[in-house]
């Protein structure tokens, strides 16, 4: 009897400590069927929303009004006034620069005492991903993305074996891509063979996705000055303009790996599916996208469009995290239709082909710190640059000008435009 007593005093005197310290957790999972109220949702991409997550939150949380505010296109610098003017309660954020900002601002929640209460499992999301959310948000974690986008290199196994060049491997990096690429025929006629096949259609998207590659800043923000009359850049400008003159890349939209005439082409994961139907009898494999020279473990493929975030002035943040942790969890990621999951567990395989190379490095992050860097310059500065850089390629490419002088030109006169675009 006494053991009885002394048992039921040492259960209540443990539920009084819990409910004083809040160090244990009676709570119980909701049921989604139990959960009502009215969340307001604010997105940028409507189509986008619809053919995944939209069509399925009402039918998992069948007392949950969704309201969705589309958000009109604007320039990135704009886009955390347009979401605080919207009041939403939950915001799927396109940029990580939106991310940044709206926590800066204290306009997003920090959402990890959610998930330590919930015990949500975030220890098998991409640990990259979650990192870099972490890292944004100063150790707090502020939104959570289900799915990222990435690209791999696919290479035309025959074709590499008829003209005895080496498989591209994983983690080369943009040079040694290109090396491989230059060791393919480039004789004219109908049945020539490209090593690469790109679909930037312009010279300064090429150029921009090498730069940030190898981690060269166009300019130096603080001193405003141009800076791409360096040795790293010279050898960047003359490869790419090397590389068209000898008809090495083809860049003029259509899609020449698919017809068994590049070597190489640099896709997403559902080219795959693409693949399969239109060119059953090829063989190819997929190897990651170059990587950063000088630390093979990251490059720039992993793009995040999706992070999940309760806004700071939600009516209802209790109800959104409910719906931020259904969006992010195991049961979405098995339905995802879309996309890469960032639930690893669920994204192995796709029509039979194994995914690692779009999960296996880490993000690289030179790209995003850079736009954090050059905040001040106006986003019409690029726009002119690119179009100086397009115009002074385009004619050393066809032999009008030595890359040398067009790196010159570039330089005097982008400047030009730096100063000019400062001053507004």
Avoid at 378 to 401: C, H, S, W, Y
Wanted: net charge negative; charged share 20%; aromatic share 10%.
């Amino acid at each position: 009897m006494r053991i009885k007593m002394r048992k039921s005093l040492l259960a209540c005197l443990m539920l009084i400590y819990c409910l004083i310290t809040g160090s244990c957790s009676l709570r119980s999972e909701p049921k989604p069927e139990e959960l009502s109220g009215a969340l307001r949702i604010a997105i940028i991409n409507a189509a986008s929303y619809y053919e995944s997550v939209g069509k399925v939150l009402p039918l998992h949380f069948p007392n949950i009004r969704f309201d969705v505010v589309t958000l009109d296109i604007a320039s990135l610098k704009q886009m955390p006034d347009k979401i605080d003017e919207q009041k939403p309660d939950i915001v799927v954020i396109w940029h990580p620069y939106i991310y940044y900002k709206m926590i800066e601002r204290g306009s997003l929640i920090d959402i990890s005492p959610w998930i330590k209460r919930d015990k949500f499992d975030i220890e098998n999301m991409h640990p990259s991903i979650v990192h870099f959310l972490k890292d944004i948000g100063g150790g707090g974690l502020y939104g959570l993305a289900p799915i990222f986008t990435s690209s791999a290199i696919y290479y035309n196994i025959d074709l590499f074996d008829r003209y005895g060049v080496p498989y591209p491997a994983d983690q080369m990096s943009w040079e040694e891509l290109n090396q491989l690429a230059a060791r393919f025929p480039v004789e004219e006629g109908p049945n020539r063979i490209y090593g690469f096949n790109a679909f930037w259609n312009t010279y300064s998207g090429q150029i921009s996705m090498l730069a940030q590659s190898e981690h060269l800043s166009y300019f130096d923000a603080a001193e405003e000055k141009l800076q791409m009359n360096t040795n790293p850049w010279r050898h960047l400008l003359q490869t790419i303009a090397d590389m068209h003159k000898k008809g090495v890349i083809y860049k003029d939209g259509s899609d020449l790996f698919l017809a068994g005439k590049s070597a190489m082409t640099l896709q997403g994961p559902e080219y795959i599916a693409l693949l399969k139907e239109k060119a059953p009898e090829m063989n190819w494999g997929i190897v990651t996208k170059p990587s950063y020279s000088q630390d093979r473990s990251i490059n720039t493929s992993i793009v995040l469009n999706d992070i999940y975030a309760i806004h700071a002035k939600s009516a209802n943040p209790d109800l959104a995290w409910e719906v931020v942790k259904f969006v992010n969890g195991k049961e979405m990621a098995q339905i995802q239709p879309r996309a890469l999951s960032t639930r690893i567990a669920f994204s192995k395989q796709k029509n039979g082909v194994e995914l690692e190379p779009f999960y296996k490095l880490g993000i690289d992050t030179f790209a995003f710190n850079e736009y954090l860097r050059n905040e001040p310059i106006p986003d019409t500065f690029t726009i002119n640059l690119n179009k100086l850089i397009d115009r002074e390629m385009d004619a050393a490419v066809k032999g009008a000008q030595s890359v040398e002088n067009a790196i010159m030109k570039i330089q005097t006169e982008g400047q030009i435009l730096l100063q000019s675009a400062l001053a507004e």
